[in-house]
């Protein structure tokens, strides 16, 4: 199975910080990884997929990079909105698998 | 609008069973893969089983923890899709949430996701 490894897993940080989450897996799956964002008592919601390509509807202050075995999830400038658990998940191979999660909290 | 609205949650005994249902609207159901992905309480996402579309034979695949005790199922002329679980454990407690996923350049990630179900499994 391929594990994902996601850094930090928790984050405080301010309004109109930049913030980068990365997620490591234990092979390479080239750029088949996606980003989703989880609130509290809700279902998730993808924010990007072939480790860059932006969900439609999400804002382009998210992004995402990488390839291989390391990729990024990045924020530009956090809204308040955007306070919640992040998972990234690799498509590359069976099982599907998700990091463990990054937990991003106001500071 | 896509809905997907999962039922049949519920509390049950360890080696119980219980079969889960979601209703899918507002796309071409019989297109899609579609997974099940599960959330202990407090817990990560963890991928449960999917199965593919007719085009794909209805084949399926199953997380090796689930493997032998769930199926998944589907029936296109209903928009439906399920999961029997059957031989439950304790450490099958979790929020289940019904998953359509689209298919991109061979991969597939989740675009849309119900609003999960509970299931909780003790005695």
């Known amino acids: 199975d391929i594990q994902l490894t996601q850094s930090p897993s928790f984050l405080s940080a301010s309004v109109g910080d930049r913030v980068t989450i990365t997620c490591r897996a234990s092979?390479?799956?080239?750029?088949?990884l996606a980003w989703y964002q989880q609130k509290p008592g809700k279902a998730p919601k993808v924010l990007i997929y072939a480790a860059s390509t932006l969900q439609s509807g999400v804002p382009s202050r998210f992004s995402g990079s990488g390839s291989g075995t390391e990729f990024t999830l990045t924020i530009s400038s956090l809204q308040p909105e955007d306070f919640a658990t992040y998972y990234c998940q690799q498509r590359n191979s069976y099982p599907i698998t998700f990091g463990q999660g990054t937990r991003l909290e106001i500071k | 609008e896509v809905q997907l609205v999962e039922s049949g949650g519920g509390l049950v005994q360890p080696g119980g069973s219980l079969r889960l249902s979601c209703a899918a609207s507002g796309f071409t159901f019989s297109d899609h893969y579609m997974d099940w992905v599960r959330q202990a309480p407090g817990k990560g996402l963890e991928w449960v089983g999917r199965?593919?579309?007719?085009?794909?034979?209805?084949?399926?695949e199953y997380a090796a923890s689930v493997k032998g005790r769930f199926s998944i199922s589907r029936d296109d002329s209903k928009n439906s899709l399920y999961l029997q679980m059957n031989s439950l454990k304790t450490e099958d407690t979790a929020v289940y949430y019904c998953t359509r996923a689209i298919l991109v350049a061979g991969r597939t990630h989740f675009d849309y996701w119900g609003q999960g179900t509970l299931v909780t499994v003790s005695s």
């Open positions: 092979q390479g799956i080239s750029s088949d």
């Open positions: 199965i593919r579309n007719k085009a794909n034979s209805y084949t399926t």
